[in-house]
């Protein structure tokens, strides 16, 4: 499956903004899927992860409460909803896809990836 994110920018501490994630290829819906960031100098770490049928949500306790994901198996995408945003949320967010019916929150266990999408919030 491919993946190609899209909507980063820039915003102000406090703002919103929505970044998504459009998948073609394969059938969208046989996939777990992801969002993951990485800052400068850090780590690519876990945001959320979306179940196959949408079911099921989770999310890293630093966005816990600001951000919501969500899919549409028709459109094929996957979004990150971002409301909020402190200038830690600061990175580049990538979109990925895992071929199993269990999320994780483990960037090692998903098998796709988008190009990532920049985002910055200000102070």
């Known amino acids: 499956v491919q993946l190609q994110a899209s909507g980063g920018g820039l915003a102000q501490a406090g703002g919103n903004l929505r970044v998504s994630c459009a998948a073609s290829?394969?059938?969208?819906?046989?996939?777990?899927m992801g969002w993951f960031r990485q800052a400068p100098g850090k780590e690519r770490e876990f945001v959320a992860s979306i179940t196959r049928g949408g079911s099921t949500t989770k999310y890293a306790d630093s966005v816990k409460g600001r951000f919501t994901i969500s899919r549409d198996n028709v459109r094929n995408t996957a979004d990150l909803q971002m409301n909020n945003l402190k200038p830690e949320d600061t990175a580049i967010y990538y979109c990925?896809?895992?071929?199993?019916?269990?999320?994780?929150?483990?960037?090692?266990?998903?098998?796709?990836w988008g190009r990532g999408t920049q985002v910055t919030v200000s102070s």
């Open positions: 290829g394969r059938t969208f819906s046989d996939y777990v």
């Open positions: 990925a896809a895992r071929s199993s019916a269990f999320y994780s929150t483990d960037p090692n266990r998903y098998d796709y």
